[in-house]
């Protein structure tokens, strides 16, 4: 909530109400999913089918999420072509050329491999792959492998820098769909590597629909011919302070809050109590935050013995 406050603080100061606005209205759909999506999961608990209930959970609260960021980039999408309040993106490369070779590597070779490197103790586990092969742990050998990966990556990052390549696009929106393309689909095989060696029906509900959620976004990229935002240059960068102030959004996003808070947190309290009581909802662990019964600090029971 801090972080948040001091966002908002310094987006005003900065004169950047647009992300402002982004911010508060993608937040309170954000607030609003956060407990809708538990409820789901629970409800679908109730029902004694057995999935991946929690991926459920995740999975529907990231679509609201996106559903708030949509309404976002519609907003000022739109706003953008008739008031113009984008200001043009400076698209030249900056001055210290190597940072764009940096990211992409941190974001393909970094961030994958942080995820994935956990991926060799479940094939162990899974009985697919040894501990250890000529006395070098499974471990061992991914990390080889990444490395072996990194180096490739970089010497053809490196070559593009000095000498374009066929493969890379020279302009921007190419470059950055086909780095969007490439981390996807890395991402989608890393995560259905780690599940495979040990699939249940349960993982369709995970694995399957991310699946479908990466031949989704990878048509909605491709094929779908999105509106170019170029502003008048005799208006660029204009607030257009009669449409939307900040106070009227507050004040929107106030009473829808109150609404949502009523359907969110009270009605989903209402329907998980109606259904299990007192009970302790399908095999979730019994977790009391704070008081004398507090499980996170009182003693486990000796075995046998029923948890007080």
């Not at 995740?58 to 559903?67: H, K, M, V």
């Not at 080889?144 to 990966?149: D, E, P, V």
């Amino acid at each position: 909530l801090g972080m948040t406050a001091g966002m908002i603080v310094y987006f005003e100061r900065a004169g950047w109400r647009q992300l402002t606005r982004a911010a508060l209205v993608s937040g309170f759909v954000g607030g609003f999913g956060f407990a809708f999506a538990n409820l789901i999961k629970l409800l679908g608990i109730a029902t004694g089918w057995q999935t991946n209930w929690h991926s459920v959970m995740e999975q529907l609260y990231g679509a609201i999420n996106g559903i708030g960021i949509a309404l976002v980039i519609g907003y000022l999408t739109k706003r953008a072509k008739g008031t113009t309040r984008a200001k043009p993106v400076d698209e030249e490369p900056p001055i210290r050329q190597w940072t764009e070779t940096f990211a992409v590597c941190f974001v393909l070779l970094g961030v994958t491999y942080l995820n994935f490197r956990r991926n060799p103790i479940e094939w162990v586990k899974a009985g697919t792959v040894p501990a250890s092969i000529v006395g070098v742990s499974a471990e061992s050998w991914f990390a080889l492998a990444y490395l072996a990966l990194a180096v490739t990556v970089v010497a053809i990052l490196l070559r593009h820098r000095r000498e374009p390549l066929a493969l890379i696009p020279s302009s921007w929106m190419g470059q950055g769909q086909l780095l969007y393309v490439i981390l996807l689909w890395w991402v989608v095989i890393g995560n259905f590597e780690r599940s495979v060696v040990a699939f249940a029906p349960q993982r369709l509900i995970t694995e399957g629909v991310i699946f479908l959620n990466a031949l989704i976004c990878t048509a909605l990229l491709l094929l779908v011919r999105g509106g170019e935002m170029s502003p008048r240059p005799d208006t660029v960068g204009v607030e257009d302070s009669k449409s939307w102030p900040l106070p009227k959004t507050v004040a929107a996003g106030v009473a829808a809050g109150v609404a949502l808070i009523v359907v969110s947190v009270v009605g989903s309290w209402g329907a998980v109590r109606a259904i299990y009581g007192d009970q302790v909802a399908g095999k979730i662990k019994r977790q009391i935050r704070f008081g004398p019964d507090a499980t996170a600090t009182t003693e486990k029971p000796a075995a046998g013995q029923p948890h007080p």
